[in-house]
């Protein structure tokens, strides 16, 4: 279609040329908007940008800077940095897109809305075009890998939502983490109108998978990455047959738009045709997936239902939600979501059998489809409030000061009793106001102190082996662990003002700036199992 495409372009800009007396006739104008609609409908749409300069924090807005913070072949890691006047204590989330055809864009609304109230990471999916055969395949189970990985490199407290398709690797790596007492599992997960159990309410996506089986997608759907792109000869799902599918379920409404489109060309109405423009520039904007990935997702999530009925596996490790204990669950759905049907998300909760009800909430948005789900006005109005408030509410820090309210009030002593010893050393256990699955309160809290929130009494579950990390040897980390750190995550997070307030209790002399400990405990803290 290219040199058609490019026939068509020349042909506009030569009836929208000011010189040329038929561009301001009726003809000239129709002929004009039917080679932009035609331009436009056969165009190759390279990745959008998030296009998020700025948020709105406490009333004040502050500029953000996306950065590349976690990388691998097929995946970055993006963070949306705030450039807060003051530290704020806002959750860390980790938004988890779909990496089924469109680009990671598609859920800008989504860190929009999150970004006043969270501290946002992004996964941002490469297009398996663009990745050279040499790197290697990427799975199911390399998807799920890439989740636990990422969640070890945001250390402990992290919420993770994952939108549409990833809600079934994220349920999975989760029961992972769980089943292996991974310390670093996140505090809560946020499934949104995701594919768990596609028996439920099935829709024209589910029938067709179970019509046709994983042989006639093999034969039919997978295609060879031609020359001259960097993937060539990897086996993918193109990203425009997936395009195709979407489109052909409301066909009729797609014709309607740009019908619509080329009747605000000729009317010159700019406005109009302006918001088309931007609506199918992110629309139309796909990635091609590996014949991997894809093949494995269709049959073990829309053929065999491999997670509902428990006979999924992460490489040799069975998959079992009800191993979930300390992770709070959020599902939600749209009430006309044509895509997953209603039922299909909520019935996590009956996966996750070991979780107690209160820490289990699901909410149905009336009068949304699939897109509304994550997108528009009533998520910004109805679904993103009650995903923060669900966050907050089961953040660690507000379990444990829950933990101990309960504590205080069932002690005949009172809460004095409750008080941190003022001693030289951490204790060796955890305080009896925290509970058995939260981390240990800090081993000394004076008022102030910069280190207050990342110091541990004891360690969560084993304590990882410093000495990993370069520059650090038996001695330095009898001193670490007597300080009340044992654990990578915590060297990880340390900020300029505790890393100065660590060096003068310690006597460091700058040897963590200078043998870039905080770099090390992020490489390590990610292969913590």
Request: with cysteine; proline share 8%.
């Given at each position: 279609m290219a040199p058609f495409r490019a026939a068509a372009d020349a042909t506009r800009l030569y009836f929208q040329n000011p010189f040329n007396p038929l561009t301001h006739t009726q003809m000239g104008r129709q002929i004009a908007a039917a080679c932009e609609v035609m331009e436009?409908?056969?165009?190759?749409?390279?990745?959008?940008?998030?296009g998020l300069p700025?948020?709105?924090?406490?009333?004040?807005?502050?500029?953000?800077?996306?950065?590349?913070?976690?990388?691998?072949?097929?995946?970055?890691?993006?963070?949306f940095e705030r450039a807060l006047e003051r530290p704020r204590r806002d959750p860390k989330v980790l938004i988890v897109a779909p990496m089924s055809g469109h680009y990671a864009t598609l859920l800008r609304g989504t860190v929009e809305a999150m970004m006043p109230r969270a501290d946002v990471y992004i996964t941002d999916w490469i297009d398996a075009r663009m990745v050279p055969l040499a790197e290697g395949k990427f799975d199911l189970d390399d998807y799920i890998d890439y989740i636990i990985s990422m969640i070890h490199f945001l250390g402990p407290d992290t919420h993770v939502v994952a939108v549409c398709q990833p809600s079934v690797p994220v349920l999975a790596a989760v029961a992972v983490m769980e089943t292996r007492n991974d310390p670093y599992a996140p505090s809560t997960m946020t499934l949104m109108g995701g594919p768990i159990d596609t028996r439920v309410a099935p829709t024209a996506v589910n029938d067709l998978a179970m019509s046709k089986g994983i042989d006639w997608f093999r034969r039919n759907v997978i295609m060879t990455v031609p020359f001259p792109h960097p993937g060539v000869m990897r086996e993918v799902y193109p990203g425009f047959l997936q395009l195709s599918g979407f489109m052909s379920m409301n066909l009729d409404r797609h014709l309607i738009a740009h019908r619509d489109f080329f009747q605000h060309l000729v009317k010159g109405d700019g406005d109009s045709a302006e918001k088309h423009r931007e609506f199918y520039d992110e629309y139309l904007a796909v990635m091609d997936l590996t014949a991997e990935f894809y093949l494995q997702t269709v049959e073990t999530v829309?053929?065999?239902?491999?997670?509902?009925?428990g006979t999924m596996r992460h490489g040799d490790t069975p998959v079992d939600c009800s191993a979930i204990r300390n992770t709070a669950l959020l599902t939600v759905e749209g009430e006309k979501d044509d895509i997953t049907g209603r039922g299909q998300t909520r019935a996590a909760h009956d996966l996750c059998t070991s979780l107690p009800e209160d820490m289990k909430a699901h909410y149905e948005q009336p009068n949304v489809g699939h897109y509304g789900v994550f997108n528009g006005s009533r998520f910004r109005a109805e679904i993103a409030p009650r995903m923060i408030d669900f966050i907050?509410?089961?953040?660690?820090?507000n379990r444990a000061r829950v933990a101990r309210a309960a504590a205080a009030a069932a002690s005949p002593s009172g809460p004095a009793a409750l008080a941190p010893a003022p001693a030289p050393a951490p204790a060796t256990t955890a305080p009896a106001a925290a509970a058995p699955d939260q981390p240990a309160r800090p081993a000394r809290a004076a008022k102030g102190d910069p280190l207050d929130r990342i110091l541990l009494a004891s360690p969560q579950g084993v304590a990882d082996d410093l000495k990993a990390i370069t520059g650090v040897g038996p001695k330095l980390e009898k001193a670490l662990n007597g300080a009340g750190i044992f654990h990578y995550w915590q060297i990880a997070g340390l900020t300029a003002a505790q890393i100065e307030e660590l060096d003068a209790r310690l006597d460091f002399r700058g040897r963590i700036a200078r043998d870039n400990w905080i770099e090390q405990a992020r490489r390590l803290a990610e292969t913590v199992g």
């Open positions: 436009r409908t056969t165009r190759r749409y390279g990745k959008p940008e998030f700025d948020t709105v924090v406490g009333g004040v807005r502050v500029p953000v800077r996306e950065r590349v913070v976690w990388g691998r072949p097929f995946c970055n890691l993006i963070h829309f053929i065999d239902h491999s997670l509902p009925r907050l509410t089961h953040s660690q820090d």
